[in-house]
């Protein structure tokens, strides 16, 4: 029979399936909840159809194409690291319904040890790690009970197998170590691996009715911001991220091109706030900061518009030390350009709104205040603020000023432009986030994605851009709540239920900030500190790889060593008496492997009357245990034969 046909016990191909579901468990967390539910259905019903008999290959044919259909019709058509992720999860699923001999197994084994390798590639935090983790840990244990059930032998008891596989991760670990600690931080991947089909949300400059649906009801972390000093207060916390200038009548978009007017001159207040922001990923570059940055830092451009920018995508989590200082005057005096894009409209769209913007204009002279005013003024008095609002048509802002009424800061900030465009003030769209809360569990603020916010900023003579925003005109509370205030309106819809929760949030973003802040946050500069209590202030990129192929030689090294010294016996009587004759090799006494205790110690005492004495009592009493093992007496042979010495 060969290997490829040994049947698995029904113990071992348990086994071999829980650990595929634990390799596959980390992937399916980060995929597309149905996509991810329709694969892990299919993966417990291949196990079941499959738990006698290998399905029939016409059957296993037919799966696969079924994932197929399912991966593209749920991912699209394009090709990247989560379609790629997917099809590898659809694979894994459908697997277990042909695992049933010994090299299947070990097939499934090296195939689900690929599914926690690929979650890394969509998130590296703390649960991914510990899952992978669990899997690879898993994987190990059942390759043990593959070779016992290969070799015909009873499998070991849970503690020496646990011991087994401690040794096997004790002898990569020095490698491991190696390659975290000194490896070369690297600005980007190694390998080109396409985008992510799937846009994770996050702040774009781009804004769309409709298109920020999706992250304002995400309440994942946006951003941790933690002060060095007093925070501002709530109704200061406007996170400044993108401009809008240019819209279509439909969509705001930035401007690159004004990048390349001069930086405008703006006067800051004495109030300073210096923090670190700590950016999830987002695959984009749009950076946020309090109004307003005074320099961008290190890695990061400022506009034109005062918005900050990333070189690079932030596709990991990153930290950026800002300062900022809100503004008396930005721009008192607006170059002719940008009065240009700031009163831009689109031809022949939102017919009533000129008009009521022109009736505004006509009434209040030149005093484009009492038109801020006279808007602000109304939606207080007529608007409501909610996110169930139907998509717009050619004429949006004519539809929510005149028709809806409702809407959120996407509907307010667009159609409040539109109007104070249209009577005549430089307006423009800015979007980013709005307040945050402490939490209670680190000396860090919280900004999630459901935070995300768009409001405007108005250039009045004397002044300057201004920041206004409409939509806390008629939701203040969507901006300047505490999070007492938060917790008090939660408690009072749900209860304690509701209050706990959030504490266990606020626990494991506390911990998500570590995980972020030990590993993924190892840059080059905190790996050049590590380096400095050795003595070495500043090592070159070729310096840290030189010692890394160093390390990581002695740690080879020693791995071969270890290997090399075999398998340790596992029998301490056996361990104790094979020593005891390699002892008496060195006197060129030791005893053939095939000749038996006594005759060998019969030997001995021939050769060395006096050591051989002991020797003989010592063999029979050895001979006595293997084969009468009633005789008793077992660890204190085991002493006695450690203690003989020729």
């Known amino acids: ?331 008192p005096d607006l170059h002719p350009v940008a009065r240009r894009f700031a009163l831009a409209l689109p031809p022949e769209v939102n017919p009533r709104t000129r008009a009521l913007a022109a009736k505004w204009r006509k009434e209040a002279g030149a005093d484009d205040a009492a038109i801020i005013e006279r808007a602000l003024r109304m939606i207080r008095s007529d608007f409501a603020y909610t996110l169930d609002v139907p998509l717009p048509g050619r004429d949006a802002a004519d539809e929510f000023l005149f028709a809806q009424k409702r809407g959120y800061c996407e509907q307010f900030s667009s159609a409040f432009a539109v109007l104070m465009r249209a009577a005549g003030i430089p307006t423009r769209v800015v979007v980013g986030y709005a307040g945050g809360y402490p939490n209670p569990f680190g000396d860090y603020w919280i900004v999630r994605r459901e935070d995300a916010h768009a409001w405007n900023e108005v250039w009045l003579e004397g002044r300057g851009w201004v920041r206004v925003d409409p939509t806390a005109a008629v939701a203040p509370e969507r901006i300047y709540d505490t999070l007492e205030q938060r917790r008090a309106l939660a408690d009072a819809g749900g209860g304690l239920q509701s209050l706990r929760l959030d504490n266990l949030g606020d626990f494991a973003d506390w911990l998500r900030r570590g995980w972020n802040d030990l590993v993924l946050g190892f840059d080059a500069e905190r790996q050049q500190a590590l380096l400095q209590p050795l003595g070495l202030q500043r090592l070159q990129p070729s310096q840290l790889l030189a010692a890394f192929c160093a390390l990581a030689a002695l740690a080879l090294a020693a791995m071969a060593w270890w290997l090399a010294r075999g398998e340790r016996e596992r029998d301490p009587l056996l361990r104790a008496w094979h020593r005891l004759g390699r002892r008496y090799e060195r006197f060129g006494l030791g005893r053939a492997p095939h000749e038996p205790a006594m005759d060998w110690a019969r030997r001995v005492a021939v050769a060395r009357p006096e050591a051989g004495k002991d020797l003989l009592a010592l063999s029979r009493r050895f001979v006595e245990s293997r084969y009468a093992p009633r005789h008793g007496g077992l660890r204190q042979l085991v002493t006695d034969l450690r203690r003989h010495r020729p």
């Not at 799966?63 to 259909?69: E, I, R």
Request: glycine content about 8%; aromatic content about 8%.
């Open 1 to 331: 029979m060969t290997r490829a046909t040994v049947p698995l016990p029904p113990a071992t191909r348990a086994w071999a399936l829980a650990t595929a579901g634990l390799g596959l468990l980390p992937l399916l967390l980060l995929l597309p909840p149905g996509l991810a539910a329709g694969l892990a259905a299919t993966a417990v019903a291949a196990t079941a159809g499959s738990w006698r008999r290998p399905l029939p290959s016409w059957l296993r044919l037919l799966l696969t194409l079924a994932m197929l259909a399912l991966v593209f019709a749920l991912m699209g058509p394009r090709m990247g690291r989560d379609t790629g992720c997917a099809l590898l999860a659809a694979m894994l699923a459908i697997k277990p319904a042909e695992s049933h001999a010994l090299r299947d197994a070990r097939s499934l084994l090296g195939f689900s040890l690929f599914a926690p390798f690929a979650a890394f590639l969509l998130d590296q935090g703390p649960l991914t790690m510990l899952l992978g983790l669990g899997a690879v840990l898993g994987a190990l244990l059942t390759l043990q009970r593959l070779a016992d059930a290969e070799a015909h032998a009873p499998p070991l008891p849970p503690g020496q197998r646990l011991r087994a596989m401690g040794r096997l991760v004790a002898i990569g670990l020095p490698l491991a170590l190696a390659a975290f600690w000194l490896f070369p931080r690297l600005p980007s991947p190694l390998w080109g691996v396409p985008e992510r089909a799937i846009a994770r949300p996050g702040l774009s400059d781009r804004m769309e009715p409709g298109a920020w649906l999706d992250f304002m009801t995400d309440d994942r972390p946006a951003l941790r911001v933690r002060f060095d000093g007093p925070s501002p207060a709530p109704e200061e916390m406007y996170w400044r991220g993108a401009v809008l200038w240019n819209f279509d009548g439909r969509a705001w978009t930035r401007d690159p091109r004004l990048d390349f007017l001069p930086a405008p001159e703006r006067e800051h207040s004495a109030v300073e706030w210096a923090y670190e922001v700590e950016m999830e990923a987002t695959d984009r570059r749009l950076l946020v900061a309090l109004d307003l940055p005074t320099h961008a830092p290190s890695g990061a451009r400022l506009g034109y518009d005062m918005a900050l920018t990333s070189v690079r995508a932030l596709a990991t989590p990153t930290r950026w030390q800002l300062q900022s200082r809100p503004p008396r005057s930005l721009e």
